[in-house]
């Protein structure tokens, strides 16, 4: 992975770009039931944002969730957790969503004690 420096009006933004060059943002994860979950960060490599309809943050929901109920699964999962990751994103009235891809530059997921995905969140979005 690549930081790339990105020269804006007033402040330089730093982003990070990955495998084919897919612009990632740091990722926050408050879903500590999420079988990818390690240490608020995430071990999937990239997540999937829904809320196509989506008006608030509520409306939104990590659609790559998946509930921690056992071993058996954790050994599925990578353990190598990212503060950066790819983020896919269905919210098309979010200011951050360009072309389906996340562009915040930091992205925040929310969710405590969820058991389905309907009931995580994120609370980055931004309506237009």
Same mark, same amino acid.
């Given at each position: 992975?690549?930081?790339?420096?990105?020269?804006?009006?007033?402040?330089?933004?730093?982003?990070?770009?990955?495998?084919?060059?897919?612009?990632?943002?740091?990722?926050?994860?408050?879903?500590?039931? #999420?079988? +990818? %979950?390690?240490?608020?960060? /995430?071990?999937?490599?990239?997540?999937?944002?829904? =809320?196509?309809? $989506? &008006?608030?943050?509520?409306?939104?929901?990590?659609?790559?969730?998946?509930?921690?109920?056992?071993?058996?699964?954790?050994?599925?999962?990578?353990?190598?957790?990212?503060?950066?990751?790819?983020?896919?994103?269905?919210?098309?009235? #979010?200011? +951050? %969503?360009?072309?389906?891809? /996340?562009?915040?530059?930091?992205?925040?997921?929310? =969710?405590?004690? $969820? &058991?389905?995905?309907?009931?995580?969140?994120?609370?980055?979005?931004?309506?237009?």
């Amino acid at each position: 992975m690549n930081i790339k420096k990105e020269n804006g009006h007033t402040d330089t933004v730093l982003f990070a770009i990955g495998k084919g060059g897919k612009r990632m943002a740091e990722l926050k994860c408050y879903v500590d039931n #999420c079988a +990818y %979950n390690k240490s608020e960060c /995430c071990c999937k490599g990239d997540i999937l944002v829904g =809320g196509k309809h $989506a &008006c608030c943050d509520d409306d939104t929901c990590c659609e790559s969730f998946a509930e921690s109920k056992t071993d058996r699964f954790t050994n599925a999962v990578n353990n190598h957790p990212s503060s950066v990751i790819s983020i896919d994103c269905e919210a098309v009235k #979010c200011v +951050y %969503n360009s072309n389906y891809k /996340c562009t915040a530059e930091h992205v925040d997921i929310k =969710g405590c004690g $969820a &058991c389905d995905c309907r009931e995580t969140a994120c609370s980055t979005f931004r309506e237009q």
